[in-house]
C-alpha cells in the first residue's frame, strides 16, 4: 500500500485489534503512534514496530479526558513530526465498567423486564465515553492539522453491533452506530480539504474483551448445567445438533463452537489483521476516491 514515511495515530493500539492495525500499518511503512491506557501494551507493540525499522511512540492515554486527548496528538507532532493517518479505535467495555454491570444486575434486574433495563445511567455515560466521544474528541483534535497540509485519513472502527438490534448490549451498539453516522458527517464535512473519512465494523474476533465475555459466558452454561437448569434455547439447539459436550470445552472452544459457527456464514472467526489490511488499503493512495464508507469484515453476517 506504500505508506513509506506516512505517521499514523492507532488508538487503543496496544492489543487486540489496535495491535493487528498497528502491525499491518508498520508493514506498509508507516510509522506509529501507539496509543494506549496500558503501559507495558503500549510499550510493547512500540518495540515491536520499531523492530521492523519503523519509528513508534508509545503514548500512555485515557481518550475520556480531553486534556490527554490533545497531548496525545501534541506529543505525536512533537516526536513523529507530523500526522497523516488517525485510526479511531479505543472502545469496547473496561473492566471496571464489567464489574459495576455485574453489581448492577444482581442487585436491580427484573428479570421480567428487558435486558436493556439492566444498563443505568452511569453504565450508559461510560459506554459513551469510550465508545463514541474518545472519537469525535480525538478527531477534533488532528483536524486542524489536516485541514492546514489539505490532507489525510481517518478509519473509525465501530462494530457489527452498531449494524444489528441487540436489546442485550444496547449502549455498546447505540454509539457504534453513532461511530458510523459520525463517520458520514465528517466525511461530508472534510471532504473540501481532500480528506477521506471511513468506518470499518469488525465481526467477531477474539479480542481480550471476547475472552472475558466467553470465559463469563461459558462459566455461567457450565454452571446451569451442575444444578440442573435448562440452556439458553440458543446454545440447546445448537450444542444437540452438533453433539456438543460444552462442559468440556475451553471457553475459547465454546465460543468458536456456539457463537461463531452458528453465527457467521463463513463459518470462522475473523482477526486483527482482517481490520489491519483493509486499514492499510483505506489509508493509502488506492483509495483516495472512497470516503464516507462503512466496511463489515465480519465473515458475511452483515450484507449489506
Not at 513523529?80 to 464489574?99: A, M, P
Not at 465481526?203 to 457450565?222: F, K, N, S, V
Not at 475473523?270 to 483505506?282: K, N, S
Not at 470516503?291 to 449489506?304: A, C, H, P, S, Y
Request: aromatic share 6%; net charge negative; charged share 20%.
Amino acid at each position: 500500500m506504500d505508506l513509506e514515511g506516512k505517521v499514523a495515530i492507532v488508538t487503543g493500539g496496544g492489543q487486540g485489534i489496535g495491535e493487528g492495525i498497528v502491525h499491518c500499518l508498520a508493514e506498509e511503512g508507516a510509522n506509529i503512534s501507539v496509543v494506549d491506557i496500558n503501559t507495558d501494551s503500549a510499550s510493547k507493540v512500540a518495540d515491536e514496530v520499531k523492530s521492523m525499522g519503523r519509528k513508534a511512540l508509545p503514548v500512555i492515554a485515557d481518550l475520556t479526558n480531553d486534556n490527554e486527548v490533545d497531548r496525545t496528538v501534541q506529543d505525536t507532532l512533537d516526536s513523529l513530526g507530523k500526522v497523516d493517518i488517525l485510526v479511531n479505535n479505543v472502545g469496547g467495555v473496561s473492566e471496571e465498567t464489567s464489574e459495576l454491570m455485574q453489581e448492577y444486575r444482581a442487585l436491580s434486574w427484573d428479570e421480567s423486564l428487558p435486558a436493556y433495563m439492566t444498563y443505568n445511567s452511569e453504565l450508559w455515560d461510560r459506554f459513551y465515553q469510550l465508545n463514541l466521544k474518545a472519537h469525535v474528541m480525538v478527531t477534533h483534535a488532528v483536524t486542524p492539522h489536516f485541514v492546514k497540509q489539505r490532507s489525510g485519513k481517518i478509519v473509525n472502527i465501530a462494530s457489527i453491533a452498531g449494524r444489528l438490534a441487540d436489546p442485550t448490549q444496547m449502549p455498546y451498539a447505540a454509539f457504534k452506530a453513532g461511530v458510523i453516522s459520525m463517520t458520514w458527517s465528517v466525511a461530508r464535512a472534510l471532504a473540501l480539504y481532500n480528506i477521506n473519512v471511513n468506518c470499518i465494523c469488525p465481526g467477531l474476533i477474539y479480542t481480550p474483551l471476547w475472552d472475558r465475555g466467553a470465559t463469563g459466558m461459558h462459566q455461567r452454561i457450565c454452571d446451569s448445567i451442575a444444578t440442573g437448569q435448562e440452556l439458553p434455547e440458543r446454545f440447546r439447539r445448537f450444542a444437540a445438533a452438533e453433539e456438543i459436550d460444552i462442559e468440556k470445552l475451553t471457553p475459547r472452544e465454546f465460543w468458536l463452537r456456539l457463537i461463531v459457527a452458528p453465527n457467521v456464514p463463513l463459518g470462522r472467526e475473523q482477526t486483527p489483521e482482517d481490520i489491519g489490511r483493509a486499514v492499510a488499503f483505506l489509508v493509502s493512495e488506492n483509495a483516495k476516491n472512497i470516503t464516507g464508507q462503512t466496511l463489515n469484515i465480519d465473515g458475511g453476517q452483515v450484507m449489506r
